[in-house]
């Protein structure tokens, strides 16, 4: 054992790797724009599959196109230890959000072939396919296939702006793979990703031991006007569906301010106005809003906040005002056994660290409900993340790679 | 003169031309969806124009697709009355905005070729393309065009949603005309046209007399935050661009009800945020707001404490807030001697009325920098326009129509 506690990756590789991907989808702004299943996207798996396959793991594809690269163990009934996230950005993405968490992978599978190291439990790096949603939604589908919460039919029926499906999107980059993979061959899950907001940066802090996922309700809310000529309908008269809008998004945002002190966030993040079109009041609204807290308990409170306040947005824009369709997820803790193996590895390198809750989604809450789960985060420039901007330097992961290696290592051997 | 004071139009052949025009483009909700220049303004535009040389009429066309149907006049020299609308609609509109005014136009001279009159000026019902806006921007661009006050080339390299300019869809439809047809030909223009506002069906008034325009400021709004994680960026280190837009949105509001005793409007009717995603706090918001009163110089009070709240909505916001383009229109007078042959018409005819103001834009404004200009309202249900329901009666039209009829008699005789 005490050999393999001084194992440590080799960051300039890693490095290296990171900025060969940052090459594929480059934005001109320095960010990349990866959307998944897309030719760039497609380009990006070739060649993380070439990369895996040349560092001897064998390649698997599922129905949605997760890719797991499986490097054996000794034990020939073990099951894989899976490490990785996802190579797939937003349409303004960063070079580092999900990409460092599957690299990462790949760079343990190397370090184990260079000190020749033999696991008992396999382990397989693994990219899940459009965890972002900025071509498909819902967003992590690809592990939401993987636990069997979504069929394969219903993922790969969904269709982006051009209605392309998200099956012919597979296939038209040849990523619809035929192997069966799901939580009964799997072992458990280390996900490495940026912290994408600003503590661990702003506090010096090296690795955040994410210990669980904030809770989160979102919703759709559909205000109804009347349209009419904006010239002569007098004021009184008026049901315009981007007043009634505009009184939602403040009393939303207001909700996120009343709780922000514990780490409350309130959103919106999508409006999209009808007609909307010169000389028409429009007369319908769909908008997309979030409320997020580290309290499951808390964040209903925040929702019912919300409900409550419907009739007096109402009153105020004389527009209807419903809540058409809601989802929730996080608000769970993370394995105690995978958390505690972390826990472990920080300390043995010594770095500095701090639990932590995930305050965004990942696969990684999907996969937590049906395998042994953990997060590891590094630190990013000022916490930004989901912009062209995002950005890390070698420092900044360093600690958190090796604290991936590290507890990779004591699950699988 | 005795003899034409006493003519009237045939009211059940305008009714059965305006549903016919109402068959051309029907939706199901009993509106029409004519869009400029689109297949079905095509099939309008011919059933147009063959009933208008069915009324021995010339069809004369020009560059940009204005339509003008002349019946001659006995004086060789004589410049034409012309008297019209638009048969363009928007995507949801009624089946009388703009189409009455061009169908009874047509009727007019039906009724002249029924009693068998001659005028001394020729008169030219006219048809202006594009005055809704709805595909193309800008509205009203025919009579733009007509006046000079926009090019040719300028008009038809606009392009609607799909990329298509104006020109392509001018030829699509076989209406991209050779005759020159400008102010210099011209003498006069009558336009009919529904109230598009509730004044005249509230107060059971038959004729409305349009004495000018409401002033209008027209304003595009560019609201920049910065992208990020919906999840984790903190509520005070967010710059949300929706919620930027929402004050924005509320502070238009605001400026119109502070002056809607004397029938001052304010709207945000177009909204566009980017990204528009899940999980991202949107970076971008650009928004169409316009500012509407009788008096110029309360519109610009209005302009400037808009301008003047920018600071305080930055400042709420955390967001960038700026206009990037503005527009005025309207703001005139009518020309005194043609709204006196409207006056003398009500009169005669003993029809209710009231003088008024535009509210909406119509080429009217254009035309009325060239040439003198009258309009002339009649009630329309509820006040409701650019809108499926939209409405009118018979009955309601019947005194506007033959108003219409005596006054351009009057002028071309």
């Known amino acids: 054992m005490a050999r393999h506690e001084n194992v440590r990756v080799d960051m300039a590789r890693l490095w290296s790797t990171l900025m060969r991907s940052a090459e594929i989808g480059a934005t001109p702004r320095g960010g990349l724009r990866r959307l998944a299943l897309s030719e760039e996207d497609g380009q990006m798996r070739r060649q993380f599959g070439a990369w895996c396959e040349a560092a001897g ?68 790096v693994v990219n899940w396919t459009n965890e972002e949603g900025a071509r498909f939604e819902p967003p992590m589908i690809g592990s939401a296939v993987f636990t069997g919460e979504k069929s394969v039919d219903f993922a790969c029926s969904r269709t982006d702006r051009d209605g392309i499906t998200l099956g012919a999107a597979l296939d038209a980059i040849g990523f619809r793979g035929g192997d069966t993979i799901g939580p009964a061959q799997c072992d458990s899950l280390f996900e490495l990703h940026i912290e994408q907001g600003p503590r661990l940066d702003a506090e010096k802090i090296q690795v955040g031991i994410v210990t669980g996922a904030f809770a989160v309700r979102g919703f759709i809310v559909e205000v109804t006007g009347e349209t009419g000529h904006v010239g002569p309908t007098p004021m009184p008269a008026r049901r315009n569906a981007l007043v009634g809008a505009a009184h939602v998004t403040l009393a939303v945002e207001d909700i996120g ?32 809003c979030d409320l997020r807290h580290a309290r499951e308990d808390v964040v209903a409170q925040m929702m019912d906040a919300f409900v409550q306040r419907i009739p007096d947005l109402e009153a105020r824009s004389r527009c209807r005002i419903a809540i058409r369709e809601s989802w929730s997820y996080g608000g769970m803790q993370f394995d105690a056994g995978c958390i505690g193996l972390v826990r472990a590895a920080v300390d043995r390198l010594g770095a500095s660290h701090t639990d932590l809750l995930t305050e965004a989604g990942h696969d990684a809450m999907h996969v937590a409900r049906h395998l042994p789960t953990a997060m590891i985060f590094t630190p990013c420039e000022d916490g930004l993340s989901h912009n062209e901007a995002e950005n890390v330097t070698l420092a900044d992961i360093e600690p958190g790679v090796n604290v991936l290696l590290q507890a990779v290592l004591a699950r699988a051997l």
Chains 1, 2 share one sequence.
């Open 57 to 124: 793991c064998t390649l698997h594809v599922d129905a949605i196109g997760n890719m797991m690269a499986l490097r054996p163990g000794t034990d020939p009934d073990g099951k894989a230890v899976l490490v990785g996230s996802h190579l797939d950005t937003q349409i303004k993405g960063g070079r580092f959000d999900g990409v460092l968490g599957v690299l990462a992978g790949l760079e343990l599978i190397r370090t184990l072939n260079d000190h020749d190291i033999q696991t008992r439990l396999p382990i397989a």
């Open 257 to 288: 301010w009343s709780r922000h002190e514990t780490g409350g966030k309130s959103t919106t993040m999508r409006l999209k106005a009808e007609p909307n079109l010169l000389g028409i009041l429009p007369d319908r609204v769909e908008m997309t």
